[in-house]
């Protein structure tokens, strides 16, 4: 009887079928280093079909499968568990699957396959004049398919929402092989369950998206970026709020903090960007036109502010802000917590935030979309394993009217936790879907959803 490699090399040929543990350890490991484990192999289909025959294959041999896009996910969902002596599951690349149709200009809308990068599907719609409106700092690894299975944010979600809001269909192989298709483009379709819109934030658990149908939005130039400093994230939060009352529209707002400016200067080199030190900064991008420059100029706070208005200088800007994760990362493994509140409760979580991470004997550092309520807490200084430092933060965001997960999604990293976010009876309705669509369990087992104790 042939072996599962001998299989899966049937199905996507030996040189997509990665065995060797030097060339595996790039797609086992994430993007934090601290999600790791093993897998049988690395299997890298080149179509739909492919990845039907392959999934066709693992599920007639009841392997569990990984899928991953970009390996750019920050809670874990994208890598296997487990050690060398419990290697079991077989990863599932979809980066190949690099499908890119003309644009649809009539419709506003274009066909892309999972592996197509974010930075690649902005600028094939750039190129027709219209706008992808999911853009992250991860855009040149980060992929259509892991950013619907993440239902990804970024920085455009103020302005067009996260990723299933641009979503109306996807084309997608289940835990049993047969696809599913909704490539069509129709605006209108109430013909029954919307699957597209359950596979989005889905985390590979209930599904494997192998292209979409995306919906595209006029290009809108950015007249003005403006960059902040203010004494706390109340005082960003209600600058933001005084710009938006008198601006045509914000695009982008995001917060970041003195400890986390210094990280991003001692790795990238880059000056102080105001002329004063602030605890903190607020950082917008506004567009559309209009004569509100001055009253925007006599705003508190904007007086120091620096502005800009082309690329060259907003892009300078925006590295501050940009390069947190990477600068995070060269001062230690994080533990990577994404938290989103009611605007109204913000500024009391982050008042009480310093105790609580203080009292585990590390530091936060505090960015995020603060546009979108969002606050990323990274924490450094508790060992990757060590999980006390996670759950005092989701109990004290729990407490303050918050979500453990904003953007990124579940993963393996916060699945223990997920009843601080959702009721019993939604964790059951989940359940429910999962095991009627994926019975034997073999996709993405232990993401989102934690192992029931026996
Ligand atoms: P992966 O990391 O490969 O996988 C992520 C999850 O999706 C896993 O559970 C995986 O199993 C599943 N998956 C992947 N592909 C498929 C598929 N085709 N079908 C089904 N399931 C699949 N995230 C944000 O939301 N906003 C940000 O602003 C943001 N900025 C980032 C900046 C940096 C520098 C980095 C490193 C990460 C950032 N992220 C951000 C996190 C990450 O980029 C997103 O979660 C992104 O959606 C992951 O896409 P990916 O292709 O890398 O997916
Ligand atoms: C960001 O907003 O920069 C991302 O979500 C990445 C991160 O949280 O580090
Ligand atoms: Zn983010």
Not at 70 to 85: C, Q, S
Not at 283 to 310: C, K, M, N, Q
Not at 321 to 339: F, M
Request: charged share 20%.
């Amino acid at each position: 009887m042939r072996d599962l490699i001998d299989e899966l090399t049937a199905v996507a040929g030996a040189d997509n079928v990665l065995t060797s543990p030097d060339v595996t350890a790039g797609y086992t490991a994430d993007w934090t280093r601290r999600f790791q484990g093993v897998a049988r192999c690395v299997v890298r289909p080149r179509d739909t079909g492919q990845v039907a025959a392959v999934i066709g294959v693992c599920a007639n041999r009841g392997v569990p499968v990984v899928p991953q896009g970009g390996n750019t996910g920050l809670v874990g969902g994208g890598v296997p568990a487990g050690d060398a002596a419990n290697a079991q599951g077989v990863v599932i690349s979809l980066r190949r699957l690099r499908r890119l149709d003309p644009v649809d200009t009539l419709a506003s809308q274009v066909t892309a396959g999972a592996g197509v990068t974010i930075a690649a599907l902005r600028e094939h719609a750039a190129n027709a004049g219209l706008e992808y409106g999911v853009d992250l700092a991860s855009r040149d690894s980060a992929t259509v398919g892991g950013t619907i299975a993440t239902n990804a944010g970024g920085i455009l979600t103020v302005r067009y929402g996260h990723t299933r809001a641009q979503l109306l269909g996807v084309e997608a192989v289940l835990a049993d092989g047969s696809v599913i298709s909704r490539l069509g483009g129709i605006h209108s379709d109430n013909s029954g369950y919307e699957l597209t819109q359950l596979l989005a934030g889905s985390e590979g658990t209930l599904g494997i998206v192998t292209a979409a149908r995306l919906r595209l939005h006029r290009a809108e130039p950015v007249s003005l970026t403006v960059l902040a400093g203010v004494p706390d994230i109340g005082a960003a939060s209600a600058l933001l709020a005084e710009v938006r009352s008198l601006v045509p529209a914000v695009r982008a707002a995001e917060y970041f903090e003195a400890a986390g400016l210094t990280l991003v200067r001692r790795h990238t080199g880059l000056p102080a960007p105001l002329a004063a030190d602030y605890p903190a900064f607020l950082l917008a991008d506004i567009t559309g036109s209009g004569d509100y420059h001055e009253r925007l100029a006599s705003l508190p706070f904007l007086t120091d502010a620096s502005v800009a208005v082309d690329s060259q200088a907003r892009a300078a800007l925006w590295a501050y802000r940009e390069r947190h994760t990477e600068s995070i990362s060269a001062a230690g493994i994080p533990h990577k917590l994404d938290l989103a509140f009611p605007p109204a409760r913000i500024a009391a979580f982050r008042a009480d935030l310093d105790e609580v991470v203080t009292d585990a004997g590390a530091q936060a550092i505090v960015f995020g979309h603060i546009g979108a309520g969002n606050l990323h807490v990274n924490v450094l200084g508790p060992d990757p394993d060590d999980d006390a430092v996670d759950e005092a933060v989701f109990a004290l965001a729990a407490a303050h009217g918050g979500t453990i997960s904003a953007e990124h999604g579940i993963g393996r990293a916060k699945a223990g936790a997920l009843h601080l976010s959702r009721t019993p009876a939604e964790i059951a309705a989940m359940r429910a879907i999962k095991s009627g669509l994926d019975p034997a369990g073999l996709l993405n087992p232990g993401v989102l959803l934690a192992p029931v104790s026996s």
